[in-house]
């Protein structure tokens, strides 16, 4: 039997679904740490963030699908600056991982920090995570840290100004077999956009990785 999620205060109330995120950043940590605070996300989901080593990222959610209900998400969060020769064994490992077990990626090109800068309005093929970074130097007034967050970042008014200027990521580039965003592209938008009730849950059934078939 599957432990209540509520407080014997709670217990007339609906169950809300569950959202389970798992992350490897302290930035989307912190992040969607804060985000679930939102009355907008709280009307609709109980969120629960767990950070996670890119290694076990994936293993650790498919071992949690388990606990779930038809009604409850769960999705990892992961940056593609792992595109780096060295790192590419893992990313594609990750995305394979994803797919077997049906999991929602959310991908960002190159870093999750693409998303914070979304609300400035400002857009770029970003290749590298330094080069993002530079920018949120310019807009915080000083040098960004990792993890840094300020209050508009995950404000309702903020989130609404990030979800009006992203662009739409899909999936045009290919990695090791997969599809990836463009540079500069952030899939959390869309995840967000779900937590906020503005976008359906099955939006992020498009999200799980599938292996390209080899031409001819």
Wanted: aromatic share 4%.
């Amino acid at each position: 039997m599957k432990p209540s999620r509520q407080t014997p205060r709670q217990s007339h109330r609906p169950l809300l679904p569950l959202a389970i995120l798992f992350v490897e950043g302290k930035t989307e940590f912190n992040y969607f740490n804060k985000l679930k605070q939102l009355v907008e996300v709280r009307r609709s989901w109980q969120v629960r963030v767990e950070q996670q080593p890119r290694s076990k990222l994936v293993e650790t959610a498919r071992r949690k699908t388990s606990e779930l209900s038809r009604k409850d998400i769960i999705c990892c969060v992961m940056d593609t600056e792992a595109r780096q020769a060295d790192q590419l064994p893992e990313l594609r490992k990750s995305l394979h991982q994803a797919d077997s077990a049906k999991i929602p990626i959310i991908l960002s090109n190159p870093c999750f920090e693409v998303w914070l800068i979304a609300r400035h309005g400002k857009h770029s093929a970003w290749q590298k995570c330094k080069d993002v970074e530079r920018v949120l130097d310019d807009v915080l007034g000083h040098e960004y840290r990792k993890g840094e967050l300020t209050h508009q970042d995950t404000s309702m008014d903020g989130v609404n100004e990030a979800l009006s200027n992203a662009k739409t990521p899909g999936r045009p580039l290919h990695c090791e077999g997969y599809s990836i965003p463009e540079a500069g592209r952030t899939e959390a938008c869309i995840l967000v956009s779900v937590l906020v009730g503005k976008t359906d849950r099955a939006a992020l059934n498009d999200l799980i990785p599938r292996q390209q078939s080899k031409p001819g």
